[in-house]
């Protein structure tokens, strides 16, 4: 049982957390702390936290847990604030879609405390946002990703697991650099292209022809790109590195399909399509048994 | 009423026009044609034709209108199979996803019968093929393009146009070119985008991970990376010259992505993404206004 936490961004992913935890029994006091008293008063009226403030100080004192679930463009001003008021019984985490900049801002705002800030990333989310859109049940069977630092006592990593698991979240484990390389390659990859493609369309001189004709698979294509633009900006930024990796690897990939339409070359086509179709059936057909396991209860 | 239309390749798309046309109390007599007689049984069987043959000559003989609804690849040695055999109060059509192509297959096949050649493209289509997935409904309220070649009389035009229509379809029309050029950009580039991000990923030593992570925004990304490898190497030759124009705009997004990343350039990469989800939901907006009408029937 957790004594009290301390969430900062009562919205999806920490309003979301607050219900869970609750609705388990797993914790006494929720406070939620942020910069916009109306957000924090709904999230009061809603029953997400049992107290709204403010003040850093006041959220963070006496808190076992505290949860940074605001844009990952806020978490290393944030962790500077709590720094100077960080006791020695809290452990601090954080639900930021990158991580090694998330460490790297850690390690410059607390210092040699840095051993109480386990780094995560919860796999879930919605169209929806702020407090209305937070749900018990968001995180139920989904993963969220840990990535601990040489630094944190077992005992810590333990309370960040022991939360998410108490949500119904299932607790994966990886280095920073291998958590952004996966996620650069499986989703902010194909965020960019998608936003790249409705730009391309758009910008041609007779797009609202084009759109007219744009179907079911343009649309599954392309909904990514409807997600937030200041979010996916940061996203972005946060993880520069490795995803010009993942843009020079796809580059290559475009320049390879160019060159295969160019020869004509109708197996070299064929067998590209074939590999992914093979590839994402065996995928789908992984999460389809890994899903119906978890709802089975099995192991 | 059409007396007779005789339908080449009686799966998903030439068995649901047969169906439909049936239901409509449109067509007296359908034949059905193919090199399988297992697939013609089982049209029989399930009430779609009224009469299967796999010879040419019986098939043709009387038909008012011909359907062509094989893979795209077959359109040409069909035409030239019928070409002898076809009569003057006959008109033929096709299901061909791309059009440049099949005008030119057509005039050779044809030469001077050109004008009984209609060509046609019915924007429609799910997961499952052949004669089992053939629905009567499966054109309501969507899109068919006739793209009309200068030699087609207007008569010949209107009963293709009409046949669609009691399918429940709306007619559009457009040149082959036009038609070629708007289906490189919001159809057949997005397939190869999507099988190029699967081909990548698991071309990842660590695919296995990779996929582990990949959640909604992938799926949908690549759900059209599930589509027939054949049917989309065929399509991508069939429309080479378009789709190359295409692919090099996209290269050229993919390296403007690029230039932003490297620069950190947050506010050109917030304008790209912002532009983005602004004409997604425009699109959105106006593809669902457009359905309201249908569905009550406005104008």
Redesign the interface.
């Known amino acids: 049982m957790l004594e009290k936490i301390a969430i900062f961004g009562v919205g999806l992913i920490g309003g979301s957390f607050a219900l869970a935890l609750k609705q388990a029994g797993a914790v006494r006091h929720v406070v939620g702390v942020g910069r916009t008293p109306a957000v924090l008063e709904r999230a009061l009226q809603l029953g997400i936290v049992d107290q709204a403030t403010t003040s850093v100080a006041q959220a963070v004192d006496g808190a076992d847990l505290i949860l940074i679930a605001t844009p990952v463009a806020q978490t290393g001003a944030i962790l500077a604030a709590i720094a100077p008021l960080l006791q020695a019984q809290t452990v601090v985490t954080d639900a930021g879609s990158t991580k090694s900049d998330v460490v790297v801002a850690a390690r410059i705002a607390l210092g040699d405390r840095i051993g109480q800030f386990v780094p995560g990333h919860p ?1 879930a989310g919605r169209e929806a946002n702020g407090p209305d859109a937070a749900l018990a049940d968001l995180y139920v069977g989904k ?1 969220v ?1 840990l990535t601990p630092l040489p630094e944190n006592p077992a005992a810590s990593i333990s309370r960040v697991a022991s939360a998410w698991q108490q949500c119904g979240a299932i607790v994966h484990r990886l280095s920073a650099q ?1 958590h952004d390389r ?2 650069a ?3 902010h ?14 910008r ?1 001189p007779d ?1 609202d ?3 007219q ?3 079911s ?14 979010m ?3 996203i ?2 946060a993880n ?1 590195s490795a ?2 990796s993942e ?5 290559a ?6 060159g295969l ?2 020869e ?1 070359d ?1 197996a070299g ?2 067998a ?6 093979r ?3 065996a ?2 057909s ?1 999460i389809e048994a890994a899903e119906r396991q978890t709802r089975t209860g099995g192991d």
Chains 1, 2 share one sequence.
């Open positions: 796999i993963k990703v291998q996966i996620f390659a499986v989703s990859l194909p965020h960019l292209l998608a936003y790249a493609l409705v730009d391309q369309v758009d041609t797009a022809l084009l759109f004709y744009a179907a698979g343009f649309r599954d294509f392309t909904r990514i790109a409807g997600s937030s633009p200041e996916w900006r940061d972005a930024l520069r995803l010009l843009i020079d690897a796809y580059a990939q475009v320049a390879r399909l160019k339409l160019m004509a109708g086509l064929q590209l399509f074939t590999n992914a179709q590839a994402r059936h995928w789908l992984t």
